[in-house]
């Protein structure tokens, strides 16, 4: 059979099973709904005649007319539901329960209207029967339901096995009669592309897919043979073309060729590296995509001429300076038609450097030699000039026309021994040259041959040197001059010229310098005599003094040629030419060696006896007669605060304006010496100064001056005093002080101390050791501890027992002080001690009063701790190591945000500040133990001191979580919401004001109001809103702690309550949950649907729970002007 006509069959069978089995869920499913909807319908008269109920009790109570419309109200929607299920159900099977209503109606009117008729228990108990009587309709209802819903879900499942029965055997059909061997021929078709030409179909049948893989091996085997042939074919084109890439790549230049098209068919690698990219990828682009714009429009001639079939070869220049050579070669077919040409760009950059660079530097030489100052002249190989630059025709006369094939024989006057100026090798020499007019000009000629072909030529430099014959001259007059001042004023005489640096010298200087006298100086010479020090001060003076004209003078350090060092000042002037120029400089040197010596043992005697007074830590000075000071030493500088030089030669009152010192000062001038105390403020302070003056006498006898000294003897007087204050001290103190030295021996006790161990005032403590006034324990604990400390460290301080005269012993506070002799070592040790008795009592007194408040806080169940305040723990007990399931170890010494963790301390840190300011506080608050959630009524009580100030406080916590369970039971249990199971309005009022009775300040409410509901109740029906109502409700009581409160207030409208709060971030943090739970789409039985919320946030004040519901109301309304979905507070 072929295969699409078991599918065909296959597939008609389906479609029937797929039609019947429809049918029957149809009919399934609407008698569930139908079933459902009656337990709707039941459910809602529940709920009324639940309500009705109610209010019914309500009016027993009050009998007011609000309740009595709120009953008929409540009785016609009773009735309306009713009425409706009984047309739904098509038949009148609620006849009974209709009449029992209308009875109903009637005794309460009756009742309402005279007060005749039933009894209001009579009214409650036939409402009590028929609310039995709807219960029981409901539950009926309910149990048709679920059978309905219990038959639909069998049919549903024989349905799904038919289903899943019938695709699996067309599955298992399509599979081995289609999918298998398509995979096959598919299989085949992949080796084809992969290039596998061996495959063949398998399947060899009769139906379709056999014929078509029988088609498919013939075409493999055609396709295996033209394989075969283009393998060979690729494989010689291939070699070919990796020879041509190999030769195109190593040419140092861009190869390319282009089609006639204008487009790139080949590029060699310098393509990759000049574009960047790989040289496949310029395949196929225009020379105009290539080059750009501009350059292709700079370049179109050129390729149109190729393309004609013409040669061309051309040089350009790009933008960055590059030069190159292109070459375009046509590719002209056998039948005369333009294929294409080869491209071949070379760079030849170098080369175009290369010949700019020598026309330049040709020409900058010719404008150099044209413009040189000295004359320039070149020669031929004959000796005939070739070239005649400008200075040339000043220095000679002769125009370079003139000039030109002239001999330079005929132009200098050279004797025999000057004849190798035409020589071919350098040299520089001065001789004479004849002007044009015939004057003899001096000049210096440099000379140079130059290789020119098989000979040379000769160039030549020519520089007048008239001008220095001159100065030379005036030179050698000027140092006869200079000799003779020399010799008259004993000083040398020297001069510099600025142009050559050449220098003479006078014979004095030559002797000062011990050079011989035909040494020929020169500034560098010169300078090399300075020594290395001064030669930079040398040039900097002279230099400045050549630039601004001014006489300079220094003295510096000089080395004579023979090695001897010696001191020599220098004074120049510098000399100018008519036209203002600086031409030389002329001076004078004298050998000042043995004034400097002079001056330099002078200025060290003065150096040392100065560095000793200024080291010293007294006043030294010198008076003269008039009181001035003459001689101050660094000591006065400080005292005064004012520098050397501003103190010498002013007297003391003219410096600190007083003169108590005069009388002393006028006795001294008179031959006494004086020594006297006073006190003197210095830097605001009080100082206490000793100073002597003593007479300066000459060898006449007559007093020429005073020397004076004065000393800071005020740490003397203190120390005095304090010594004569400490040892008043000792004698009255009652504590025993003690002193020994290093090997134990007693060498001072004061008045108290010996009255302690019976010894009298005059008794000689020498003869007793330390030992024997301390008990055994005390003696070991002071050799083995607090020597060794207060040796290592000066002081050591602790407690120690003394033995009194009477046996006694007593504590007493221990002070070791280790004193040291100027070398550093122990010399004594002083103690101190006092009597602790009453202290240590005490300590003991306290220990066994916090053993006992210890063992009492262990025995309690509830929390204890103590906390000091800086918020860190100092006590815990072990029912809050159980709590925190940490040992107290770990705890003592941490803050209460370490221990308690960021959130439970942000609810408990209001309550914390207000006991660290010595209140008493009480709240409650949640904790996380090891148990799970934890209730908890904590109260902080401040630890006071004598002062009033706080010292921490004691925090007791107790579990109060079973009591909180039972309160929220109780609540529960109390008026609930008969269609979600939250509280409702009523049970949420009690709430707030038992809140409110307690001043729970912390306390938040969240009034919540359903967006886009009516749309959902009025589209999808009542039990789809109602069912999304309980659906929103599960939702808000996952989003709150177990202490938390969800009511639904009526219709759509929720509230939550958070007690405990502290902070509005916690509250407008649950907001933003209940927002987002509501944004989360509902799914109600088939339905996805889609709502929102607008949530109010209000924390409880002063004006009460009312007021408290009043502003989260209209905070709600504020959420909802900002849009759905939002939350204000």
Same mark, same amino acid.
């Given at each position: 059979?072929?295969?699409?006509?078991?599918?065909?069959?296959?597939?008609?069978?389906?479609?029937?099973?797929?039609?019947?089995?429809?049918?029957?869920?149809?009919?399934?499913?609407?008698?569930?709904?139908?079933?459902?909807?009656?337990?709707?319908?039941?459910?809602?008269?529940?709920?009324?005649?639940?309500?009705? &109920?109610?209010?019914?009790?309500?009016?027993?109570?009050?009998?007011?007319?609000?309740?009595?419309?709120?009953?008929?109200?409540?009785?016609?929607?009773?009735?309306?539901?009713?009425?409706?299920?009984?047309?739904?159900?098509?038949?009148?099977?609620?006849?009974?329960?209709?009449?029992?209503?209308?009875?109903?109606?009637?005794?309460?009117?009756?009742?309402?209207?005279?007060?005749?008729?039933?009894?209001?228990?009579?009214?409650?108990?036939?409402?009590?029967?028929?609310?039995?009587?709807?219960?029981?309709?409901?539950?009926?209802?309910?149990?048709?339901?679920?059978?309905?819903?219990?038959?639909?879900?069998?049919?549903?499942?024989?349905?799904?096995?038919?289903?899943?029965?019938?695709?699996?055997?067309?599955?298992?059909?399509?599979?081995?009669?289609? &999918?298998?061997?398509?995979?096959?021929?598919?299989?085949?078709?992949?080796?084809?592309?992969?290039?596998?030409?061996?495959?063949?179909?398998?399947?060899?049948?009769?139906?379709?897919?056999?014929?078509?893989?029988?088609?498919?091996?013939?075409?493999?085997?055609?396709?295996?043979?033209?394989?075969?042939?283009?393998?060979?074919?690729?494989?010689?084109?291939?070699?070919?073309?990796?020879?041509?890439?190999?030769?195109?790549?190593?040419?140092?230049?861009?190869?390319?060729?282009?089609?006639?098209?204008?487009?790139?068919?080949?590029?060699?690698?310098?393509?990759?590296?000049?574009?960047?990219?790989?040289?496949?990828?310029?395949?196929?682009?225009?020379?105009?995509?290539?080059?750009?714009?501009?350059?292709?429009?700079?370049?179109?001639?050129?390729?149109?001429?190729?393309?004609?079939?013409?040669?061309?070869?051309?040089?350009?220049?790009?933008?960055?300076?590059?030069?190159?050579?292109?070459?375009?070669?046509?590719?002209?077919?056998?039948?005369?038609?333009?294929?294409?040409?080869?491209?071949?760009?070379?760079?030849?950059?170098?080369?175009?450097?290369?010949?700019?660079?020598?026309?330049?530097?040709?020409?900058?030489?010719?404008?150099?030699?044209?413009?040189?100052?000295?004359?320039?002249?070149?020669?031929?190989?004959?000796?005939?000039?070739?070239?005649?630059?400008?200075?040339?025709?000043?220095?000679?006369?002769?125009?370079?026309?003139?000039?030109? *094939?002239?001999?330079?024989?005929?132009?200098?006057?050279?004797?025999?021994?000057?004849?190798?100026?035409?020589?071919?090798?350098?040299?520089?020499?001065?001789? *004479?040259?004849?002007?044009?007019?015939?004057?003899?000009?001096?000049?210096?000629?440099?000379?140079?041959?130059?290789?020119?072909?098989?000979?040379?030529?000769?160039?030549?430099?020519?520089?007048?040197?008239?001008?220095?014959?001159?100065?030379?001259?005036?030179?050698?007059?000027?140092?006869?001059? &200079?000799?003779?001042?020399?010799?008259?004023?004993?000083?040398?005489?020297?001069?510099?010229?600025?142009?050559?640096?050449?220098?003479?010298?006078?014979?004095?200087?030559?002797?000062?310098?011990?050079?011989?006298?035909?040494?020929?100086?020169?500034?560098?010479?010169?300078?090399?005599?300075?020594?290395?020090?001064?030669?930079?001060?040398?040039?900097?003076?002279?230099?400045?003094?050549?630039?601004?004209?001014?006489?300079?003078?220094?003295?510096?350090?000089?080395?004579?040629?023979?090695?001897?060092?010696?001191?020599?000042?220098?004074?120049?002037?510098?000399?100018?030419?008519?036209?203002?120029?600086?031409?030389?400089?002329?001076?004078?040197?004298?050998?000042?060696?043995?004034?400097?010596?002079?001056?330099?043992?002078?200025?060290?005697?003065?150096?040392?006896?100065?560095?000793?007074?200024?080291?010293?830590?007294?006043?030294?000075?010198? &008076?003269?007669?008039?009181?001035?000071?003459?001689?101050?030493?660094?000591?006065?500088?400080?005292?005064?605060?004012?520098?050397?030089?501003?103190?010498?030669?002013?007297?003391?009152?003219?410096?600190?304006?007083?003169?108590?010192?005069?009388?002393?000062?006028?006795?001294?001038?008179?031959?006494?010496?004086?020594?006297?105390?006073?006190?003197?403020?210095?830097?605001?302070?009080?100082?206490?100064?000793?100073?002597?003056?003593?007479?300066?006498?000459?060898?006449?006898?007559?007093?020429?001056?005073?020397?004076?000294?004065?000393?800071?003897?005020?740490?003397?007087?203190?120390?005095?005093?304090?010594?004569?204050?400490?040892?008043?001290?000792?004698?009255?103190?009652?504590?025993?002080?003690?002193?020994?030295?290093?090997?134990?021996?007693?060498?001072?006790?004061?008045?108290?101390?010996?009255?302690?161990?019976?010894?009298?005032?005059?008794?000689?403590?020498?003869?007793?050791?330390?030992?024997?006034?301390?008990?055994?324990?005390?003696?070991?604990?002071?050799?083995?501890?607090?020597?060794?400390?207060?040796?290592?460290?000066?002081?050591?301080?602790?407690?120690?027992?003394?033995?009194?005269?009477?046996?006694?012993?007593?504590?007493?506070?221990?002070?070791?002080?280790?004193?040291?002799?100027?070398?550093?070592?122990?010399?004594?040790?002083?103690?101190?001690?006092?009597?602790?008795?009453?202290?240590?009592?005490?300590?003991?007194?306290?220990?066994?009063?916090?053993?006992?408040?210890?063992?009492?806080?262990?025995?309690?169940?509830?929390?204890?701790?103590?906390?000091?305040?800086?918020?860190?723990?100092?006590?815990?007990?072990?029912?809050?190591?159980?709590?925190?399931?940490?040992?107290?170890?770990?705890?003592?010494?941490?803050?209460?945000?370490?221990?308690?963790?960021?959130?439970?301390?942000?609810?408990?840190?209001?309550?914390?500040?207000?006991?660290?300011?010595?209140?008493?506080?009480?709240?409650?608050?949640?904790?996380?133990?090891?148990?799970?959630?934890?209730?908890?009524?904590?109260?902080?009580?401040?630890?006071?001191?004598?002062?009033?100030?706080?010292?921490?406080?004691?925090?007791?916590?107790?579990?109060?979580?079973?009591?909180?369970?039972?309160?929220?039971?109780?609540?529960?249990?109390?008026?609930?919401?008969?269609?979600?199971?939250?509280?409702?309005?009523?049970?949420?009022?009690?709430?707030?004001?038992?809140?409110?009775?307690?001043?729970?300040?912390?306390?938040?409410?969240?009034?919540?109001?359903?967006?886009?509901?009516?749309?959902?109740?009025?589209?999808?029906?009542?039990?789809?809103?109602?069912?999304?109502?309980?659906?929103?409700?599960?939702?808000?009581?996952?989003?709150?702690?177990?202490?938390?409160?969800?009511?639904?207030?009526?219709?759509?409208?929720?509230?939550?309550?958070?007690?405990?709060?502290?902070?509005?971030?916690?509250?407008?943090?649950?907001?933003?949950?209940?927002?987002?739970?509501?944004?989360?789409?509902?799914?109600?039985?088939?339905?996805?649907?889609?709502?929102?919320?607008?949530?109010?946030?209000?924390?409880?004040?002063?004006?009460?729970?009312?007021?408290?519901?009043?502003?989260?109301?209209?905070?709600?309304?504020?959420?909802?002007?900002?849009?759905?979905?939002?939350?204000?507070?």
């Amino acid at each position: 059979m072929k295969v699409r006509s078991l599918i065909t069959v296959s597939a008609a069978l389906a479609a029937v099973v797929t039609l019947a089995l429809a049918v029957t869920l149809w009919r399934s499913a609407a008698a569930s709904q139908d079933a459902e909807a009656g337990q709707y319908r039941a459910l809602v008269a529940a709920r009324e005649m639940s309500s009705l &109920l109610v209010l019914t009790q309500a009016y027993a109570r009050s009998r007011s007319e609000q309740d009595a419309k709120a009953w008929r109200d409540r009785q016609r929607e009773l009735a309306s539901q009713l009425q409706q299920g009984a047309a739904a159900d098509g038949a009148n099977p609620r006849a009974d329960l209709l009449a029992a209503v209308d009875r109903l109606r009637d005794d309460f009117e009756q009742l309402a209207a005279d007060g005749q008729g039933p009894s209001l228990t009579a009214l409650l108990t036939e409402t009590r029967s028929l609310a039995d009587g709807i219960f029981l309709a409901a539950r009926q209802k309910r149990e048709a339901s679920n059978e309905a819903a219990r038959r639909f879900r069998q049919t549903t499942v024989a349905a799904v096995a038919a289903l899943a029965g019938l695709l699996i055997g067309q599955g298992v059909l399509v599979a081995s009669r289609l &999918l298998r061997p398509l995979r096959r021929l598919e299989d085949m078709t992949d080796a084809i592309a992969r290039g596998d030409l061996s495959r063949s179909g398998v399947r060899r049948g009769d139906d379709e897919i056999g014929q078509l893989a029988r088609r498919f091996d013939s075409m493999a085997d055609a396709l295996a043979a033209r394989d075969v042939a283009l393998r060979q074919q690729i494989e010689q084109r291939e070699a070919s073309e990796r020879r041509i890439r190999a030769i195109a790549d190593n040419i140092p230049g861009l190869v390319a060729y282009v089609g006639s098209d204008q487009r790139y068919r080949f590029t060699n690698a310098r393509y990759g590296a000049l574009t960047g990219q790989d040289p496949a990828a310029c395949l196929g682009q225009t020379m105009q995509e290539m080059l750009g714009d501009a350059p292709y429009a700079e370049l179109r001639r050129h390729v149109e001429a190729a393309l004609r079939g013409e040669n061309v070869r051309f040089e350009q220049q790009s933008a960055d300076g590059q030069y190159s050579l292109v070459e375009y070669i046509p590719n002209v077919l056998p039948d005369g038609s333009i294929d294409g040409f080869h491209s071949l760009v070379l760079d030849i950059t170098a080369r175009r450097q290369a010949e700019v660079a020598q026309a330049r530097n040709e020409a900058r030489v010719r404008g150099i030699l044209r413009n040189a100052p000295d004359a320039f002249i070149a020669t031929d190989e004959a000796g005939r000039i070739t070239e005649w630059n400008a200075q040339a025709e000043r220095t000679f006369g002769w125009s370079r026309d003139e000039a030109l *094939m002239r001999t330079l024989s005929s132009l200098i006057q050279a004797d025999s021994s000057q004849v190798s100026v035409v020589q071919p090798f350098a040299s520089r020499l001065e001789l *004479m040259a004849v002007h044009k007019d015939g004057r003899r000009i001096p000049v210096e000629l440099s000379v140079a041959s130059v290789p020119e072909g098989d000979g040379f030529s000769t160039i030549a430099f020519l520089h007048d040197i008239s001008p220095r014959r001159a100065r030379e001259i005036e030179l050698r007059q000027s140092q006869m001059s &200079l000799a003779l001042t020399g010799r008259l004023a004993g000083v040398g005489g020297w001069r510099l010229d600025l142009e050559t640096s050449a220098m003479s010298w006078t014979d004095t200087v030559r002797e000062i310098h011990e050079v011989p006298d035909d040494y020929l100086p020169t500034l560098a010479a010169a300078l090399d005599f300075i020594a290395p020090e001064a030669q930079g001060s040398v040039v900097a003076c002279l230099e400045d003094g050549v630039r601004t004209g001014k006489r300079w003078q220094i003295e510096v350090p000089l080395v004579t040629a023979r090695g001897r060092r010696c001191w020599v000042s220098l004074v120049a002037d510098t000399e100018h030419d008519a036209e203002g120029r600086p031409v030389g400089v002329v001076g004078a040197l004298q050998d000042i060696t043995e004034r400097k010596n002079l001056e330099l043992r002078l200025k060290t005697q003065e150096a040392f006896i100065r560095d000793i007074t200024d080291h010293l830590p007294i006043r030294i000075g010198y &008076l003269d007669r008039g009181g001035r000071y003459q001689f101050v030493n660094e000591a006065h500088c400080r005292r005064y605060g004012l520098a050397r030089e501003d103190i010498l030669g002013r007297t003391r009152a003219e410096l600190i304006g007083e003169q108590r010192t005069v009388p002393y000062r006028l006795a001294a001038l008179a031959g006494q010496a004086q020594r006297f105390e006073f006190d003197e403020v210095i830097g605001g302070q009080v100082r206490h100064i000793e100073s002597q003056l003593m007479p300066d006498v000459d060898e006449h006898g007559e007093v020429r001056g005073l020397f004076t000294t004065g000393i800071d003897i005020t740490e003397r007087k203190v120390a005095e005093r304090g010594l004569r204050e400490l040892t008043e001290i000792f004698d009255n103190t009652p504590d025993f002080v003690v002193q020994s030295d290093r090997l134990g021996q007693v060498t001072y006790m004061n008045p108290a101390a010996r009255a302690a161990v019976g010894l009298a005032l005059e008794q000689d403590v020498g003869a007793h050791r330390f030992d024997e006034f301390y008990t055994p324990q005390a003696c070991q604990r002071l050799v083995e501890e607090a020597r060794p400390y207060a040796r290592d460290h000066g002081v050591w301080l602790g407690e120690s027992q003394v033995v009194l005269d009477d046996g006694q012993v007593v504590p007493v506070s221990h002070l070791v002080i280790a004193h040291r002799d100027d070398e550093g070592r122990v010399s004594r040790y002083s103690s101190v001690m006092r009597d602790i008795s009453r202290e240590v009592e005490t300590r003991e007194l306290l220990h066994r009063q916090a053993l006992m408040l210890s063992s009492v806080a262990e025995a309690i169940p509830a929390v204890v701790s103590a906390v000091g305040p800086d918020e860190t723990y100092r006590f815990v007990n072990s029912a809050f190591e159980r709590w925190r399931d940490r040992p107290r170890a770990d705890i003592l010494g941490l803050r209460i945000r370490d221990v308690l963790g960021g959130q439970e301390y942000s609810a408990s840190e209001a309550a914390v500040r207000r006991a660290l300011r010595g209140e008493t506080v009480t709240f409650e608050r949640d904790s996380l133990s090891g148990d799970g959630l934890q209730n908890q009524q904590v109260t902080y009580v401040p630890l006071l001191l004598p002062s009033g100030d706080v010292d921490g406080f004691v925090a007791v916590a107790q579990d109060i979580t079973a009591q909180k369970r039972e309160e929220l039971r109780l609540l529960r249990l109390s008026e609930r919401d008969a269609l979600t199971g939250v509280l409702n309005r009523q049970g949420l009022e009690t709430y707030l004001s038992q809140r409110h009775d307690k001043h729970d300040e912390g306390l938040a409410l969240l009034y919540i109001d359903l967006d886009r509901f009516k749309p959902v109740n009025d589209t999808h029906g009542h039990p789809t809103g109602d069912a999304l109502l309980k659906s929103f409700a599960e939702r808000l009581k996952k989003l709150v702690r177990p202490t938390d409160l969800v009511a639904r207030l009526g219709g759509d409208e929720f509230a939550i309550v958070l007690p405990g709060i502290r902070s509005e971030d916690n509250a407008e943090a649950v907001a933003e949950k209940v927002v987002a739970a509501a944004a989360t789409p509902f799914r109600i039985g088939p339905l996805q649907l889609h709502i929102g919320a607008s949530v109010g946030v209000a924390l409880a004040s002063g004006d009460g729970w009312d007021g408290l519901v009043h502003r989260a109301d209209a905070a709600v309304y504020r959420a909802k002007a900002l849009g759905r979905g939002q939350w204000a507070a």
